[in-house]
């Protein structure tokens, strides 16, 4: 087989089979994460990603040219980003789509200079580019593909040895970033990288068309997009069909399909021990989704507006915003926060400190660009602040801000606790600038304890990590290891904990009950008997407790 040009049809066949073949190998690249917490996974957040982007191809024409067809992947991709990785990607894909606008159809020259676009535009969105990464790989693969470009004119060639060339560097990323060398991985999303490559490459190299086998692939009925089920709406109680798979169970399975009742109906919960798939028909999908991130992690999430057969990868903000947050006025005030909060105990902490509008997410389902951008939509400040309290959100708040029209600031807190005492220094009546100011140096003082558990067996700083041990967790750095969660985590305070330190909160999480918390907090005033201790229900999901150290 000999190609010497990509036109419209043979892009969207390539993403396709990129899509495909990364969600079929998704667990690897998350596998190859270093740090063991149950954390957004690499390859869950870069498919999720995709699928975004493959969601929009599949609205275009089939006789779409290649500008139009990348176009479209871009937009998909940017607004469905999740996670540090799928920023990058959708960066990666907006970059490959500027190198070809306007064109019907590309040569290997084209392809490189594309490569070099999206290389250069990935790089451009890190404030601090790490060598060792998803930008390396794409980076050098694209040097290479513009070196070979002038030699080699089939497109298949070309491709085989770019992905050839891009394993190699793969292979590299351990000898650029220790942690990876010690952990004995290649970086995560620069495997990521080369998966949607290899995959793009199998496609072009199939015979006739391929099938989006996506779990929001939808067929097409009279050239019309449309649900695999049509659905009649009149009689539909329950509007949203929810189906989700939940790994690494720790709970009673008969007791949660008891719970889930409570929410709607058409319910299957199958399966059992480590892993159960859930079917239900639900008006609240979010309510749902996260009293199953109570007891597991979560994937394969896929959501159906049955009443307007439009798909759906996300949860609908309506349906969440109904039960979780206050009605929005018409009245347009100075401030309105936005903020990123996992279990409903921390969520009214928010609420309590005047938040407008809290998304739900945080670890295992990093809300996208778009659920960002939405819920900038449902709040009327005049200036609107939002807070991602996960380091691996900061990146898809900061593109929602260049993608908003609206006044939005991102401040880059981390971690849950950075959120509430950024908040708790706010004024009202002071600028912008003022109020960064007096944030930032809010932030410095605090610090944020995690106690989680493992999620597979690593190293780290020369300690080896089995999976399921209980782990202490501050600023990075895992600072203690055990079997018992009280042990540990009065370990980790006292690693933490200095002569300026003042006040310890402790928020417990879901898998915690009150008089557990409460002993921990009694120990804690044993051992340090001059420091404030105050006990919050957080309601979080897979962290035990996480600290709040002033």
């Known amino acids: 087989m000999r ?19 990364l969600e079929e190998n998704k667990e690897d690249v998350n596998a190859l994460n270093v740090f063991p917490v149950p954390d957004g996974d690499t390859g869950t957040n870069m498919s999720l990603t995709v699928q975004s982007a493959i969601k929009q191809i599949l609205e275009l024409e089939e006789d779409s040219t290649i500008s139009q ?21 959708s960066q990666l894909f907006r970059g490959f789509a500027s190198g070809l606008e306007k064109k019907e159809e590309a040569t290997t020259v084209d392809l490189a200079e594309s490569f070099k676009l999206a290389a250069d535009m990935a790089y451009k969105a890190v404030m601090k580019p790490t060598e060792g990464t998803i930008l390396t790989v794409a980076r050098e693969c694209a040097e290479y593909a513009l070196d070979l470009a002038g030699k080699e004119k089939d497109i298949i ?20 970033l ?10 995560a999303g620069g495997k990521g990288l080369i998966v949607i490559l290899t995959g793009a490459f199998r496609a072009l190299t199939s015979e006739g068309e391929i099938e989006y086998l996506g779990k929001s692939a939808a067929k097409k009925k009279d050239g019309k997009q449309v649900h695999r089920d049509e659905l009649e709406t009149s009689d539909i109680k329950f509007g949203y069909c929810t189906e989700f798979i939940i790994n690494n169970v720790k709970a009673d399975v008969e007791k949660f399909r008891e719970e889930l009742a409570l929410y ?31 007891i597991g992690e979560l994937n394969d999430i896929k959501i159906d507006n049955m009443r307007i057969q439009h798909r759906n990868l996300l949860i609908e903000e309506e349906e969440y915003e109904n039960s979780h947050n206050n009605v929005i006025g018409i009245d347009t005030k100075k401030y309105s926060f936005i903020t990123v909060s996992m279990g409903d105990g921390i969520s009214k902490v928010f609420k309590d400190l005047n938040v407008d509008y809290v998304i739900p997410g945080g670890q295992t389902m990093n809300p996208s660009t778009e659920d960002i951008l939405n819920a900038v939509e449902k709040v009327n400040g005049e200036d609107i602040i939002i807070f991602p309290n996960n380091g691996n959100i900061v990146l898809a708040a900061k593109q929602a801000k260049e993608m908003s029209e609206r006044n939005l600031y991102v401040f880059p807190t981390k ?3 950075e959120g509430i005492v950024a908040l708790l220094n706010f004024n009202q009546e002071a600028s912008i600038d003022e109020n960064f100011e007096a944030m930032e140096s809010a932030v410095e003082n605090v610090k944020t304890g995690q106690v989680t558990y493992a999620v597979r067996d690593t190293e780290i700083d020369n300690i080896k990590i ?50 557990e918390a409460n002993t921990l907090a009694e120990l804690l005033e044993e051992e340090f008997e001059d420091y404030d201790i105050e006990v919050v229900y957080g309601g979080q999901p897979l962290y035990y407790y996480i600290f709040s150290i002033e």
Do not use: W
Not at 3 to 21: D, S, T, W
Not at 157 to 176: A, C, Q, Y
Not at 178 to 187: E, I, R, S, T
Not at 278 to 291: A, C, F, I, R, S
């Open 3 to 21: 190609i010497e040009y990509v036109n419209g049809m043979l892009l969207r066949k390539a993403f396709i089979g990129a899509a495909n073949y």
């Open 69 to 89: 067809v990348a176009k479209s992947a871009s937009s998909g991709s940017l607004m469905g980003a999740r996670g540090n990785s799928g920023v990058i990607l």
């Open 466 to 515: 089995k999976k399921d041990d209980i782990i202490g967790i501050c600023k990075g750095d895992i600072k203690a290891i055990g079997k018992d969660v009280q042990k540990v985590s009065l370990e980790l305070i006292k690693k933490v904990v200095n002569e300026d330190t003042e006040l310890i909160t402790i928020f417990y999480g879901e898998n915690v009950d009150e008089e």
């Open 415 to 417: 971690t849950v606790a």
């Open 264 to 294: 709607g109906d058409s319910l299957m919960v199958v399966g059992g021990e480590d892993l159960i798939k859930v079917h239900v028909h639900t008006n609240n999908p979010g309510l749902v989704l996260e009293k199953a991130l109570s």
């Open 178 to 187: 220790p942690v990876l060398k010690q952990a004995g991985v290649v970086d």
């Open 157 to 176: 060639i070309f491709i085989s040895k770019v992905i050839e060339h891009g394993n190699k560097s793969l292979d590299n990323t351990p000898n650029l």
